[in-house]
C-alpha cells in the first residue's frame, strides 16, 4: 500500500472534529490569501532561535526540560539538538525547487521593564520578556511557567509571530523561527508546538517538546509501524477497556508481506532490529525527525496547503505528541500535487508539460532519499529507515504516474 488512510485513532484530531472540511485542489488553488511562489520571492528562511543576551542570562535554564522523566534521565539532557544544517538540507529537499537559507540578522532577547527571566511560580501569572528585532525594535513577549510542568517557562507564539511579521525579507516567500524553548498560544493550552499564518508569510515552530526528554518515549510504533494492526487493536481495545489496559505492546511485525507495497518495506526496514536494540535511535536522529516533519509541516501551510482528511499524510492536523509521532513524514497524492503546482508553477520552466512535472517529482523523491539515506540506519532513527525505504519503493514505481491530477 502506498497511500493508506488516515488511522483516526482514539483522541486523534479526526476522530475529535470528524466534520472537518476537506481541500480539494481546486479549492487551494482558489484559495484568495495563497502567496505564489515566483522567481523573486522563492525563498524559505529559517531564524534561529533568538540568543541570550547577559541581562537576561537566566533565560538559558527555559530550554532545559523539567518533566520527572528528565529528573531520572539526567544524561539525556547532554543531548545535543538537531544541526541547522541537517535541518535546512532536509526542508531544501523537502521543498525542492525553492532556496531554504538560514536568516542571519540577530534577534535577541532582553529584559523588559524589570524583569530578568526570573521562572514564575504558577501559570496563572504571566510576565513579559523583551525580543530584540534585527530592526532594533522591542517586542514584549508574553510569557508563562508551563501549565504540566515540563519546561520552566513558556513564550507566546503570537507575539513571536508578531515581531517575526516586521523582518521578512524582500526575496522571502516565507519566515519561520525556530526557538529552542516552549511555547504556547491561547490561555487554555498546554503547549503549542507550532504554527503558520501563511497568509502572512510567517510561522515559528518549537523544539522543545521534540526533545527525546519531553516527547512520549517510542514504543517501536512511531510511524511507519504505527499502521501494524495488532498495535492499532491494542490502541482500540484500551480505550474501550481502561482496566485491561497492556503495560507493554507487541512488537511491530517485521515480515514483508505479499506484494512488498512501499507502506510494508518502510515496516520491515523500521523494524529490522527492533527485537535485538531498544532503544533504537540515536537522540539527536530522533529528535530531528521530529521536527523538521511539523517545520515541513507548518511551512506547507504557508504555500496555501490546509489539513488533510484524505490519507495517512504529513498534513493531517495533530491532537497530541503521540498522533504527531504516528503520522507520516511524507504528504499524500492530494497534497503533494499542491505543493508541486506552488512550486513548479512559479520557478519550473515548461510546467505545462506533462513530462516536466513528471520529472520534477522523481527529482523532489530522490533528493529526499539522499538526505534519508544519511539517517536510513535503523540504529540511528527508524522514521529516516523507514522513509528512505518507503522512498526506495516509490522511486522504483516512478514510471507509473506518482502526481495524481486533481483538477481537469
Given amino acids: 500500500m502506498m497511500f493508506p488512510g488516515p488511522l483516526i485513532l482514539p483522541d486523534d484530531d479526526l476522530a475529535e472534529d470528524p466534520e472537518y472540511p476537506p481541500q480539494d485542489f481546486r479549492e487551494w488553488r482558489d484559495e484568495e490569501e495563497r502567496n505564489p511562489v515566483t522567481r523573486e520571492r522563492k525563498t524559505i528562511y529559517i531564524v534561529p532561535s533568538p540568543s541570550i543576551t547577559q541581562e537576561v542570562y537566566k533565560m538559558q535554564t527555559w530550554s532545559v526540560c523539567t518533566s520527572e522523566n528528565a529528573a531520572t534521565t539526567r544524561d539525556m539532557q547532554a543531548t545535543e539538538p538537531p544541526k541547522l544544517q541537517d535541518i535546512l538540507e532536509y526542508l531544501s529537499a523537502f521543498f525542492h525547487g525553492m532556496d531554504v537559507k538560514l536568516?542571519?540578522?540577530p534577534f535577541q532577547w532582553k529584559k523588559w521593564d524589570k524583569y530578568t527571566g526570573t521562572i514564575l511560580k504558577t501559570p496563572d501569572t504571566e510576565r513579559r520578556i523583551g525580543l530584540m528585532t534585527p530592526s532594533k525594535e522591542l517586542f514584549g513577549i508574553r510569557c508563562r511557567a508551563s501549565p504540566d510542568g515540563v519546561s520552566p517557562m513558556q513564550v507566546n507564539l503570537d507575539d513571536i509571530l508578531d515581531a517575526?511579521?516586521?523582518?521578512?525579507?524582500?526575496?522571502?516567500?516565507?519566515?519561520?523561527?525556530?526557538?529552542?524553548?516552549?511555547?504556547?498560544?491561547?490561555?487554555?493550552?498546554?503547549?503549542?508546538?507550532?504554527?503558520?499564518?501563511?497568509?502572512?508569510?510567517?510561522?515559528?515552530?518549537?523544539?522543545?517538546?521534540?526533545?527525546?526528554?519531553?516527547?512520549?518515549?517510542?514504543?517501536?510504533?512511531?510511524?511507519?509501524?504505527?499502521?501494524?494492526?495488532?498495535?492499532?487493536?491494542?490502541?482500540?481495545?484500551?480505550?474501550s477497556n481502561p482496566s485491561t489496559k497492556q503495560t507493554k505492546r507487541q512488537p511491530p511485525q517485521s515480515q514483508r508481506r505479499d506484494g512488498g507495497g512501499p507502506l510494508h518495506?518502510?515496516?520491515?526496514?523500521?523494524?529490522?532490529?527492533?527485537?535485538?536494540?531498544?532503544?533504537?535511535?540515536?537522540?539527536t536522529a530522533q529528535w530531528l525527525g521530529r521536527v523538521v516533519v511539523t517545520m515541513a509541516h507548518e511551512l506547507c501551510h504557508c504555500l496555501g496547503l490546509d489539513h488533510c482528511t484524505y490519507f495517512a499524510c504529513a498534513m493531517q492536523g495533530c491532537g497530541s505528541v503521540d498522533e504527531a509521532q504516528r503520522q507520516p513524514p511524507y504528504v499524500c497524492p492530494v497534497c503533494l500535487e499542491?505543493?508541486?503546482?506552488?512550486?513548479?508553477?512559479?520557478?519550473?520552466?515548461?510546467w505545462e508539460d506533462e513530462g516536466t512535472r513528471d520529472g520534477f517529482v522523481r527529482e523532489r523523491y530522490e533528493a529526499l532519499r539522499r538526505v534519508s539515506g544519511r539517517w536510513g540506519n535503523a540504529n540511528v532513527s527508524r522514521m529516516f529507515a523507514g522513509y528512505k525505504a518507503w522512498l526506495d519503493v516509490v522511486i522504483e514505481r516512478s514510471s507509473e504516474k506518482v502526481v495524481i491530477v486533481i483538477d481537469d
Fill in 265 to 283: 518495506v518502510a515496516i520491515e526496514a523500521a523494524a529490522i532490529h527492533a527485537e535485538r536494540t531498544i532503544p533504537l535511535e540515536a537522540p
Fill in 103 to 105: 536568516f542571519t540578522k
Fill in 338 to 350: 499542491k505543493l508541486c503546482t506552488a512550486i513548479g508553477e512559479g520557478v519550473v520552466d515548461g
Fill in 164 to 239: 517575526l511579521a516586521e523582518n521578512i525579507p524582500s526575496d522571502a516567500h516565507s519566515v519561520m523561527m525556530l526557538l529552542d524553548m516552549d511555547m504556547y498560544e491561547g490561555d487554555g493550552d498546554i503547549f503549542t508546538a507550532g504554527r503558520a499564518y501563511g497568509g502572512s508569510r510567517i510561522a515559528a515552530v518549537s523544539l522543545f517538546r521534540d526533545h527525546p526528554l519531553c516527547a512520549p518515549r517510542d514504543d517501536g510504533h512511531a510511524w511507519p509501524a504505527s499502521h501494524c494492526a495488532t498495535y492499532i487493536d491494542q490502541l482500540c481495545h484500551e480505550v
